[in-house]
């Protein structure tokens, strides 16, 4: 009887573990870049931030490229507005991404065009 208690008790824990996305990540310094260009500590910090989003419905993966994230990229000119899910509008979703890694916050689309004052 007390080994069946054990179990339960070990499943549970497990399931809630689960559920919040705890992790005891160790305070090592080895940056890893991950999708939506963010840079963490290292991959056990990028893992238990890829469990929380995936509750959200995105996928966060490592970049093959080691280290921090760079956020240059080449975006053209062409005005093709966005409307971005902090309400602001973007000249194009390359531009987006750009800011969203020099904020260090999570962007996306919510529609393509300016966005309405109400948004």
């Known amino acids: 009887m007390m080994k069946v208690l054990a179990v339960l008790v070990l499943v549970v824990v497990g399931v809630y573990c689960e559920e919040t996305c705890l992790r005891a990540c ?6 890893v870049c991950a999708t939506y260009t963010k840079t963490y500590g290292n991959e056990c910090m990028m893992k238990a931030d890829a469990c929380e989003m995936a509750k959200k419905g995105f996928s966060l993966v490592k970049k093959p ?4 994230c ?6 053209t000119f062409i005005y093709k507005p ?38």
């Open 26 to 31: 160790q305070l090592i310094n080895d940056p």
């Open 65 to 68: 490229a080691a280290g921090e």
């Open 70 to 75: 760079s956020c240059l990229r080449a975006c």
């Open 82 to 119: 966005v409307c971005a899910n902090d309400g602001n509008t973007y000249n194009s979703e390359c531009l987006m991404g750009s800011e969203s890694c020099k904020q260090g916050k999570f962007l996306e689309v919510v529609h393509e065009g300016e966005c309405n004052k109400a948004e």
